[in-house]
């Protein structure tokens, strides 16, 4: 999987913020919980810049747990 197809910009009340792609079943834009297309709460959609970083504090956090945990496939039934 490409950079940009992990990566997603998402404006919330004029501050950009990278997150990681939501990649569970929710409809949620990002990782971490964000709509991301809802202007009546201040967040919409921005642009990639070139060589983004990930900058979402709480989408750290998923990361940083995830790579704590060290699940296994073979965990799961
Ligand atoms: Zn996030």
Same mark, same amino acid.
């Given at each position: $999987? /490409?950079?940009?197809?992990? $990566?997603? &910009?998402?404006?919330?009340?004029? !501050?950009?913020?990278?997150?990681? %792609?939501?990649?569970?079943? #929710? /409809?949620?834009? #990002?990782? =971490?919980?964000? /709509?991301? #297309?809802? !202007? @009546?709460?201040?967040? %919409?959609? &921005? #642009?990639?810049?070139? /060589? &983004?970083?990930?900058? =979402?504090? $709480? =989408?750290?956090?998923?990361?940083?747990?995830? $790579? !704590? @945990?060290?699940? %296994? +496939?073979?965990?799961? +039934?």
């Amino acid at each position: $999987m /490409d950079k940009d197809d992990v $990566m997603i &910009a998402v404006n919330i009340d004029g !501050e950009v913020l990278i997150h990681i %792609r939501n990649i569970g079943p #929710t /409809d949620h834009v #990002t990782l =971490c919980g964000v /709509d991301g #297309t809802d !202007e @009546t709460i201040g967040q %919409r959609p &921005a #642009t990639l810049p070139k /060589d &983004a970083k990930i900058d =979402c504090n $709480m =989408c750290r956090i998923y990361w940083d747990g995830f $790579m !704590e @945990t060290k699940i %296994r +496939k073979s965990w799961f +039934k």
